[in-house]
Structures are given as structure tokens and as C-alpha cells.
């Protein structure tokens, strides 16, 4: 599995984006996706991720973003997007996606970047005043 991030940039506060992570191979064997951020001299932060079990499909967000990100996938193109309105000078970062395939993970374990086996290679979102 490959997965190809894309869609950052600098925008202004207050502004949208859109994020998309193309994957490729046994992708959509997989169990749950995610996008992940990483700011100077932080920890790589969950943001939000999409989780397959069996015929149900569960959003899950953290506190910071819920109500302006929206993650979703388009199964045909094989990519998993994240729409970011409204966006704040704290969003700043380098954005990442992420998959899971040999597991189905509980909810708790969405925010853990252990649970993770594939990684994309990080898009950077420059938000400024």
C-alpha cells in the first residue's frame, strides 16, 4: 500500500482547504484511515480518521476540529479527503495520512500512530492572519 498526500499550502485564517490522500494496492482492505498533523517541535496529533466495520462506517474526530474538518473517501478514485473550513492559525502543520489493514481497531485505538502501518508523506498547511 502506498499512500500519497497532497492538497496543503498557505491560505488565511478563516479560509478552506482541501486535503486528499491517493492510495494504492490493497487499500481498500483496509480497516480504518486517518489524517494525523504534526506542528514544530510537537507530537504528530490525530485528527480525524474513518473506520470500516463491516457494512458501517464511523467518523471520528478530535476535539480541536470537530465541526469545521469533514473526512470522507471517494471509493471509486481510491482517496480519502479532508475538507478543512474555517481554518486558524493553530491549524499550521504537516498533515499526514494514514491506514490500517492487519487489524480492526477499536475506537480508542483511532488516535494511537502506532496503530498505523502505512503512512503518506506529509502535505503542509500554512494557515496565516
Known amino acids: 500500500v502506498q499512500l500519497q498526500a497532497s492538497g496543503g499550502g498557505l491560505v488565511q485564517a478563516g479560509d478552506s482547504l482541501r486535503l486528499s490522500c491517493a492510495a494504492s494496492?490493497?487499500?481498500?482492505?483496509?480497516?480504518?484511515m486517518a489524517w494525523f498533523r504534526q506542528a514544530p517541535g510537537k507530537e504528530r496529533e490525530f485528527i480525524a480518521a474513518?473506520?470500516?466495520?463491516?457494512?458501517?462506517?464511523?467518523?471520528h474526530y478530535a476535539d480541536s476540529v470537530k465541526g469545521r474538518f469533514t473526512i470522507s473517501r471517494d471509493k471509486v478514485e481510491n482517496t480519502v479527503y479532508l475538507q478543512m473550513n474555517n481554518l486558524k492559525l493553530d491549524d499550521t502543520a504537516v498533515y499526514y495520512c494514514?491506514?490500517?489493514?492487519?487489524?480492526?481497531?477499536?475506537?480508542?485505538?483511532?488516535?494511537?500512530?502506532?496503530?498505523?502501518?502505512?503512512w503518506g508523506q506529509g502535505t503542509e498547511v500554512t494557515v496565516s492572519s
Open positions: 494496492g490493497r487499500t481498500f482492505g483496509a480497516s480504518a
Open positions: 474513518m473506520r470500516w466495520n463491516g457494512g458501517n462506517v464511523g467518523t
Open positions: 494514514g491506514a490500517v489493514l492487519r487489524v480492526r481497531p477499536i475506537v480508542s485505538s483511532l488516535r494511537n500512530t502506532d496503530l498505523y502501518e502505512y
